[in-house]
């Protein structure tokens, strides 16, 4: 049976007690009604994760004992940095979610020209806090040991002048006019892919993507919706490159 992943912010160490309260209180002790004795998984983001076992269950604690570190690593070999254009809250929800279960080391979200969503600073803060919050509970529900980075929201033209550099990976940009199709890829190891919000990137902006070094990229004859052209361009890249790939 499987067991139940809990993330914690702190560190970690065989035989230390451990106090969880508030959310993570309630879902073991009311939701899942783990009783003294009954063992679950506490992993810190840092790699690996330790067995743990239930002393004490009220409804404001949980009160246990650190086990046996268990030296998991369930990254992917190919390092992905997923540039998304900002979607609707509940598209970019489901992207950032199933992003890291495919795992991504790093989600970036961006404003384009063509993009729906305009957010004042405060609403900002507050979505970003969120997209954090569902990655932590991707990386507890799919086995992740370490936590993918995801940034602040900028600009397309801020990320592109602040962040990227090509040197050392290799940049790809979802377009349905590219003639470069996944299955054409040579395995490599680091990878920046940008996919456009609802509406793609606008002709200014794909030709300064293009100038900064990125290569187009083809998903096939079919228009995609942006949170499946996100997923199926990863699944896609680790097919090729990473851990689903029977080249590894």
Same mark, same amino acid.
């Given at each position: 049976?499987?067991?139940?992943?809990?993330?914690?912010?702190?560190?970690?160490?065989?035989?230390?007690?451990?106090? %969880?309260?508030?959310?993570?209180?309630?879902?073991?002790?009311?939701?899942?009604?783990?009783?003294?004795?009954?063992?679950?998984?506490?992993? #810190?983001?840092?790699?690996?994760?330790?067995?743990?076992?239930?002393?004490?269950?009220?409804?404001?604690?949980?009160?246990?004992?650190?086990?046996?570190?268990?030296?998991?690593?369930?990254?992917?070999? %190919?390092?992905?940095?997923?540039?998304?254009?900002?979607?609707?809250?509940?598209?970019?929800?489901?992207?950032?979610?199933?992003?890291?279960?495919?795992?991504?080391?790093?989600?970036?979200?961006?404003?384009?020209?063509?993009?729906?969503?305009?957010?004042?600073?405060?609403?900002?803060?507050?979505?970003?806090?969120?997209?954090?919050?569902?990655? +932590? #509970?991707?990386?507890?529900?799919?086995?992740?040991?370490?936590?993918?980075?995801?940034?602040?929201?900028?600009?397309?033209?801020?990320?592109?002048?602040?962040?990227?550099?090509?040197?050392?990976?290799?940049?790809?940009?979802?377009?349905?006019?590219?003639? +470069?199709?996944?299955?054409?890829?040579?395995?490599?190891?680091?990878?920046?892919?940008?996919?456009?919000?609802?509406?793609?990137?606008?002709?200014?902006?794909?030709?300064?993507?293009?100038?900064?070094?990125?290569?187009?990229?083809?998903?096939?004859?079919?228009?995609?919706?942006?949170?499946?052209?996100?997923?199926?361009?990863?699944?896609?890249?680790?097919?090729?490159?990473?851990?689903?790939?029977?080249?590894?």
């Amino acid at each position: 049976m499987r067991k139940t992943r809990i993330y914690v912010d702190s560190k970690l160490a065989e035989g230390d007690g451990i106090r %969880l309260e508030g959310e993570k209180a309630r879902y073991l002790g009311k939701v899942l009604r783990l009783e003294p004795g009954a063992e679950f998984i506490l992993f #810190n983001g840092r790699g690996g994760e330790y067995l743990a076992r239930v002393e004490r269950s009220r409804p404001d604690a949980v009160e246990a004992r650190v086990g046996a570190y268990v030296p998991a690593e369930r990254e992917s070999p %190919l390092h992905i940095t997923l540039v998304q254009g900002l979607s609707r809250s509940e598209r970019m929800d489901f992207t950032v979610q199933k992003a890291v279960e495919l795992g991504v080391h790093a989600i970036a979200p961006v404003t384009t020209e063509r993009s729906v969503v305009r957010l004042n600073e405060t609403r900002r803060a507050r979505r970003l806090e969120h997209w954090r919050s569902i990655a +932590l #509970n991707a990386c507890q529900q799919c086995g992740r040991t370490r936590l993918p980075r995801i940034e602040a929201i900028e600009s397309l033209d801020e990320w592109l002048d602040k962040r990227c550099s090509l040197q050392a990976v290799t940049g790809f940009v979802l377009s349905p006019d590219a003639e +470069l199709l996944p299955r054409d890829l040579a395995p490599v190891d680091h990878v920046v892919l940008l996919v456009g919000a609802e509406g793609g990137f606008s002709e200014g902006e794909m030709a300064r993507v293009k100038r900064s070094g990125f290569k187009p990229l083809s998903l096939g004859p079919r228009i995609l919706r942006t949170e499946t052209a996100a997923l199926a361009a990863l699944t896609a890249l680790q097919l090729v490159c990473g851990d689903l790939s029977p080249r590894r």
